[in-house]
T-cell receptor, first 115, second 114 residues
Framework: EPEVTQTPSHQVTQMGQEVILRCVPISNHLYFYWYRQILGQKVEFLVSFYNNEISEKSEIFDDQFSVERPDGSNFTLKIRSTKLEDSAMYFC?????????????FGEGSRLTVL | AQSVSQHNHHVILSEAASLELGCNYSYGGTVNLFWYVQYPGQHLQLLLKYFSGDPLVKGIKGFEAEFIKSKFSFNLRKPSVQWSDTAEYFCAVTRKAAGNKLTFGGGTRVLVKP
C-alpha cells in the first residue's frame, strides 16, 4: 500500500539552527501539506502546496518557514532559525484530489526538539 | 471563532463496552467531515469520512459516525471496543471554500482496559 514517508523521525537541534524536514508523498498525488502538533495540543495546519507553489498557509507559517519540492518526489519543510516553541511533531500529508473531497494520507511524523 | 470541538479529552473503558465520541463544528456552508485515528507510535489514519448522502457512515474496524446537520455534529461510535482500539481519535473538517485544508479537533485519548 502506498504511503507517505518522513525523515528524520526525530531531530534534536539547538535554538537558532536551521532544520529541514523531508517528506516523500504518495507518487501520483498532487496536493501536499504540512501540519504540526505541539505536545498536548491540536494538530494544526501549516501550509498546503500545489503546482509548485503555496496554495494556502496559516498564521503559524511565518517567514521562518519555507517549503519546497526540489525534485519529483521530495517535499521539504525548512525552518530557518528554530525557536523553542517550534518543538513539535510535524506531519506531512498528501492528497490526490482538491476541493475538500480528497482523503489526506499522513506520514508518521517528524518529532522536532529545539533546545 | 470557527472551530472543531471534541468534548472528551480522555475516555477510559473496558473491552466490550460501547464507545461514543462527540464532535461538533461551527462552520456554516458545505463541509466534509472526517475521523482520524492515531495508534500509539503510528501515523494518523482515516477511519471514515462523510461528504454527502446517507448521514450514517460506516468506516473501518467497526466504527461508524452520524452526521446531524441541525446539531453541527459528527459523533463517532463503536458498539463494542477492543483493547486494540486504544488510540487517539481526531475529528476533522474541510470546507469546500477552503480546499483540502483539514481543521482538527483537539483529539480524544481512548484507553481500553483488557
Amino acid at each position: 500500500e502506498p504511503e507517505v514517508t518522513q525523515t528524520p523521525s526525530h531531530q534534536v537541534t539547538q535554538m537558532g539552527q536551521e532544520v529541514i524536514l523531508r517528506c516523500v508523498p504518495i507518487s501520483n498525488h498532487l496536493y501536499f501539506y504540512w501540519y504540526r502538533q505541539i505536545l498536548g495540543q491540536k494538530v494544526e495546519f501549516l501550509v498546503s502546496f500545489y503546482n509548485n507553489e503555496i496554495s494556502e498557509k496559516s498564521e503559524i507559517f511565518d517567514d521562518q518557514f519555507s517549503v519546497e519540492r526540489p525534485d519529483g518526489s521530495n517535499f521539504t519543510l525548512k525552518i530557518r532559525s528554530t525557536k523553542l516553541e517550534d518543538s513539535a511533531m510535524y506531519f506531512c500529508a498528501s492528497s490526490g484530489l482538491a476541493g475538500g473531497t480528497g482523503e489526506l494520507f499522513f506520514g508518521e511524523g517528524s518529532r522536532l526538539t529545539v533546545l | 471563532a470557527q472551530s472543531v470541538s471534541q468534548h472528551n479529552h480522555h475516555v477510559i473503558l473496558s473491552e466490550a463496552a460501547s464507545l461514543e465520541l462527540g464532535c461538533n463544528y461551527s462552520y456554516g456552508g458545505t463541509v466534509n467531515l472526517f475521523w482520524y485515528v492515531q495508534y500509539p507510535g503510528q501515523h494518523l489514519q482515516l477511519l471514515l469520512k462523510y461528504f454527502s448522502g446517507d448521514p450514517l457512515v460506516k468506516g473501518i474496524k467497526g466504527f461508524e459516525a452520524e452526521f446531524i446537520k441541525s446539531k453541527f455534529s459528527f459523533n463517532l461510535r463503536k458498539p463494542s471496543v477492543q483493547w486494540s482500539d486504544t488510540a487517539e481519535y481526531f475529528c476533522a473538517v474541510t470546507r469546500k471554500a477552503a480546499g483540502n485544508k483539514l481543521t482538527f479537533g483537539g483529539g480524544t485519548r481512548v484507553l481500553v482496559k483488557p
